[in-house]
């Protein structure tokens, strides 16, 4: 019977790997909760309408890559492709805008599309974002694009490219969707196959293309601030003078559209040159009209998210290790010295330590081959004749030096130790 393996699009985390994970969730938690954003937990599986409504019917997202299935009560409900929708729908169904004019929310989680996996992408990923309810101030714009740059510089991340643009107000965008179509219409057979097809039901996809002829002639096309009303004019202006007082760099891109239709006035994307093809690690935009349209009051609102999958990539090549080595690998032989082990290791671990506790038995040899490949800073060694003398000998894994010290002073001087050796 051959064995049952894992679905196309999907991956197993494993445990030498998820140390970056760990870090990154922690680098984010830390940052978003100094800026007051709370944590909110959405369902992975919503009713199949709350995409169709929120994300929009044209777009690709809900035509073509949605995990789409009815249950036993015959109600369709679909793996959330995206975490925007999810949060909005709770936002509005427990009431939160009655507890303040502004809301700072943010989430991790799976998200599934039905797509093509490919390095950094797979059919199940993982996103982290963050949601800024209740507020039309230019501020508030500014404030998620500082943190999505303070989470990637704080990850280590240096290539990076803001690339900024506005798609105005609902309004804004009928005009230029019009004037748009107007100019790719003469171009419609040299387009690729899918801007075709987006050419009548979502044209501002086709600015978005990777193909190279449709981005050529995509390169002359009329520019969507050109459509701006006055309003939507300023706002965007007023965005770009704060970053600027931030000195955050940004390049205004008039392709940059986002994929979703839920978007309004600022769209931007953070990318990186170390990820090649695959560049963005962070997208988003303002959706004024998203929460109205969900049932809700009307509530402007603001978010991004950011690829867990891309940013661990870029984790691996700038580190060498997850950060998940422990301090100290403990090795032990004798029946005496067995129950010791258990012991001391807890008594290591209580005082906040990493301690891998060798389990095999085996001669002390091969204990001290795992202990090498552990990457631990020291191994403690236990025998029946430590036991009996109340000593370990500590061996230092780098430069092999070995010594005997008691187990009181192991326990309230392996801290100060280990700093001087790491």
Known sequence: MSAIQKIRGTRDILPEEIGYWQQLEATVAEILHRAAYQEIRSPIFEQTSLFKRGIGEATDVVGKEMYTFDDRGNRSLTLRPEGTAGVARAYIENNLHSLGNVQRLWYIGPMFRYERPQEGRQRQFHQIGLELFG??????????????????????????????????????????????????????????????????????????????????????????????????????????????????????????????????????EIQSQDLGAQATVCGGGRYDGLVKLLGGPDTPAIGWAMGMERLILLLQKLQTTSGLKPDLYLVSKGEKAEVQSVILAHKLRHIGLKVELDLSGSAFGKQFKRADRSGATACVILGDAEVSNQTVQLKWMESQEQEEISIDVLLSKIKELLLKHK
């Open 135 to 268: 507020t039309r101030d230019p501020r508030a714009d500014v404030e998620v694009i500082s943190l999505a740059t303070e989470i990637l510089q704080a990850l280590g991340l240096k290539s990076l490219s803001l690339q900024l643009n506005s798609v105005g107000s609902g309004e804004d965008r009928q005009n230029y969707r019009e004037a748009l179509v107007n100019y790719l219409n003469p171009y419609k057979d040299d387009l690729d196959a899918d801007s075709q097809e987006r050419l009548t039901r979502n044209p501002l996809r086709i600015l978005d293309s990777k193909d190279e002829k449709t981005q050529e002639i995509a390169q002359n096309a009329p520019k969507i601030l050109d459509s701006l009303n006055p309003d939507s004019r300023k706002h965007f202006e007023k965005v770009c003078l704060l970053l600027d007082d931030l000195d955050i760099k940004y390049e205004i891109n008039h392709c940059l559209v986002r994929g979703l239709d839920y978007y309004s006035h600022t769209a931007f």
